[in-house]
Structure formats: structure tokens, C-alpha cells
């Protein structure tokens, strides 16, 4: 857009110094980088950032950690990632670690519930927190509602705001700045490390006896060796993990998903996470809204769609 100001009359061509003198919190741009910036065939808003560390940021890189992490698949790139900018890279690095380390405890958790493996004691009863002559909800209860998908539509709406809670409240703490130049780290798309978790022991208003990640110390005593290996596997499992929870998730709406045992069938709205929560502000909308979408795809591609895509 800025290139279409050089043809307007009104405006003076502009005359850069061959190089800018850089005050406290102004990155320079020469000349030459500014026309790129300008001037170039894309726009490029990661020009001249700083990038503080020897990670993956190009293509070759990423050929490299592919070898290494099956070097009989070797390096794939059907999205062209490899092309991006390296704060693209490494966007794109962290969110496959993190949704990696998400699916892994996502596919274990999964396998326990639709076993009926549970807590003992209660999730819910009436005290100074819950009002009295609230129903009391048990562990058991909840595992008796069905498989992993009917358990969470059976969890009190108290419950499920909770859980979303804490996962904004690792995510937040993730994602900050802040917390991470106080480990003497940096954002990952600033050079710092993908995957990286801050500490926040020693960070918290309160008490907090262990870490969130690495709450044992057993990665912090690692070689550098070691942890390098480690990053690999956690990756490797962490993709299988993604496919497993998907193909358990496809299973239980009854599609055909090849190697998937038999998991518990599930009749809700996978899309819609609050379905079973009217009580919750916006959610009648939301569903409406879905059950709109489902019967205008369903216009589209089949009745049989619909069985699957909406409520059975």
C-alpha cells in the first residue's frame, strides 16, 4: 500500500541517510531495507527485527530437523512454511510442539476415561462455595455419563468455566514477554526457544509448590545432549498423538477410521463444547448458529452429512 504513494504528485520523494542512528527501543533500517520494505513485491513487516539465537528460521533448518526426526519420511512442506519469514518458522514450530504436548495428554486422558477409570470422591457438593441443596456430584457419576465427550457435557457449567480459565491462564503466561525475559528468555518468534514454558514458582503473588512444567527438575538436570534427543521424541510422539486423538474423536461419531479400536459412540455436538450448558451467556446463539450451519452443509453434500456433523 505504501508503494502507491509514489505516484502521487503531492507528496516529495523522501531521502533516507545511508544509515540511521539507533536511539533506546528503535531498531535502524538503511536505505536499501526501507525500499525493500517498501518498494518490494511483499509486504514485509519482519525487517531488521532482532533474532537473538542460532533456532531453526529458514528452510535449510527445517530440512535438517526433518533427517533427524525420520530420516526415511525425510522433509515434507506441503504448506510451504519453509518459505515464510523465521518469526513464521517459528510460529509454526511452537504450535506444532504445544498442540503436540495438548494431544499427548488428550489421547492418554481419553484412554482412561472411556475405561472407566476415575477419581473417588465428589466433584461437586454443597459448601461454603456451593449453595446449598445443590445436587452432589460424585467421580463416578461423571464417569458413568459415557465416554470422554458425554463426561464432559456432564460436568457442571462451574466446572467447564474453570477448566477454560486455567488453560487462558497458561496460555497468558506462555505467551508473555514478561515472564520469559525473567528466565533470560525471549518470545520464540524474537529467536527464543519453541516449546519453551516460563517457571512460575518464583513468579506468583502466592505459593506454588512446583513447576508447571518440569515440576520434578528432571529435564533441568538433562545434558544439553540429551534434551536435544528428547525434543525429537516429544515431537515425533506428539504428531502421532494429534492423529490418534482425532481418529479416536472421528471414531466415536461413527466414521471408519483405519487402525482405530471401538470407542464410545457419542451422540453431542463435538463443535460445541457448551452445548449441554443453556445456562451459559450466548450459548442458546451459538447453538443455533451451528445447527444452521450443519442444515445449509447438509443442502450441500447429503443427509448422511448431517448424521455425523449435528446431534444424533
Not at 230 to 253: D, F, P, T, W, Y
Not at 262 to 288: C, H, Q, R, T, W
Request: hydrophobic share 45%.
Amino acid at each position: 500500500m505504501l508503494s502507491l504513494f509514489s505516484t502521487a504528485p503531492a507528496f516529495a520523494p523522501v531521502t533516507l541517510p545511508a544509515s540511521a542512528p539507533s536511539r533506546a527501543g528503535v531498531v535502524s533500517m538503511d536505505a536499501a531495507k526501507f525500499a525493500e520494505f517498501v518498494d518490494g513485491p511483499k509486504a514485509d513487516g519482519t525487517l531488521d527485527k532482532p533474532w537473538t539465537s542460532n533456532e531453526i528460521s529458514n528452510q535449510a533448518g527445517l530440512e535438517a530437523l526433518a533427517v533427524k526426526l525420520n530420516p526415511k519420511v525425510g522433509y515434507w512442506d506441503p504448506l510451504r512454511i519453509g518459505e515464510g519469514t523465521k518469526e513464521t518458522i517459528a510460529w509454526w514450530r511452537h504450535a506444532e510442539i504445544k498442540h503436540g504436548r495438548v494431544a499427548m495428554a488428550a489421547f492418554v486422558g481419553y484412554c482412561v476415561q472411556a475405561n472407566g477409570i476415575h477419581l473417588p470422591g465428589n466433584l461437586q457438593v454443597p459448601d461454603l462455595s456451593v449453595a446449598a441443596g445443590t445436587k452432589a456430584i460424585s467421580y463416578a457419576d461423571i464417569s458413568a455419563a459415557g465416554g470422554p465427550a458425554d463426561q464432559w457435557d456432564a460436568l457442571p457449567s462451574a466446572a467447564k468455566i474453570q477448566i477454560i480459565m486455567f488453560v487462558g491462564f497458561l496460555e497468558m503466561v506462555s505467551e508473555s514477554s514478561t515472564f520469559l525475559k525473567m528466565d533470560g528468555q525471549e518470545h520464540y518468534i524474537r529467536g527464543g526457544k519453541p516449546g519453551y514454558f516460563p517457571k512460575i514458582k518464583d513468579k506468583m503473588p502466592h505459593p506454588v509448590p512446583l513447576e508447571f512444567w518440569d515440576p520434578f527438575g528432571t529435564a533441568a538436570k538433562m545434558t544439553p545432549e540429551k534434551k536435544e534427543k528428547g525434543l525429537l521424541v516429544e515431537i515425533n510422539n506428539g504428531r502421532l498423538a494429534m492423529l490418534g486423538i482425532m481418529g479416536m474423536i472421528a471414531k466415536s461419531k461413527g466414521l471408519d477410521v483405519p487402525f482405530q479400536p471401538d470407542v464410545p459412540k457419542y451422540a453431542g455436538e463435538i463443535m460445541a463444547p457448551f452445548s449441554g450448558n443453556p445456562d451459559l451467556p450466548f450459548v442458546p446463539e451459538m447453538l443455533a448458529a451451528r445447527a444452521e450451519q450443519i442444515a445449509r452443509e447438509a443442502s450441500y453434500l447429503g443427509d448422511w452429512y448431517a448424521q455425523f456433523a449435528g446431534p444424533q
